[in-house]
């Protein structure tokens, strides 16, 4: 199973960027998919997470200014970002929740990564 993210890049404040992520390969089923960020020097954290009935969770710091989405029918996940702020300046990873076969075994897969740098 292969997450590829792409979508980042350089915007300026109160700018607006669309993030992807399609997952591909071996897959049964997805459940959660989520995206989390990496400033430079600090930890990874959720940024926003979806379920496979389209339920979200955001971070407090960018409720109102990001949207995750998914299509199902295509493995992929969005993260629509606007309203952008240098403090959102990361990397930005895809996570899902892959189911492979018959089996109830979920494992989780990460993206790749994608770097968003907001700067005027």
């Known amino acids: 199973v292969q997450l590829q993210a792409s979508g980042g890049g350089l915007v300026q404040p109160e700018g607006s960027l669309r993030l992807s992520c399609a997952a591909s390969?071996?897959?049964?089923?997805?459940?959660?998919m989520g995206w989390y960020r990496q400033p430079p020097g600090k930890q990874r954290d959720l940024v926003a997470a979806i379920t496979s009935d389209g339920s979200t969770n955001y971070a407090e710091s960018v409720k109102g200014r990001f949207t995750i989405s998914r299509d199902n029918a295509k493995n992929t996940v969005y993260l629509q970002m606007n309203s952008l702020k240098p403090e959102d300046t990361a990397v930005y990873y895809c996570?899902?929740?892959?189911?492979?076969?018959?089996?109830?075994?979920?494992?989780?897969?990460w993206g790749q990564g994608t770097q968003v740098t907001v700067s005027s």
């Open positions: 996570n899902a929740e892959v189911r492979r076969s018959l089996r109830k075994v979920y494992d989780d897969y």
């Open positions: 390969g071996s897959i049964f089923s997805i459940n959660d």
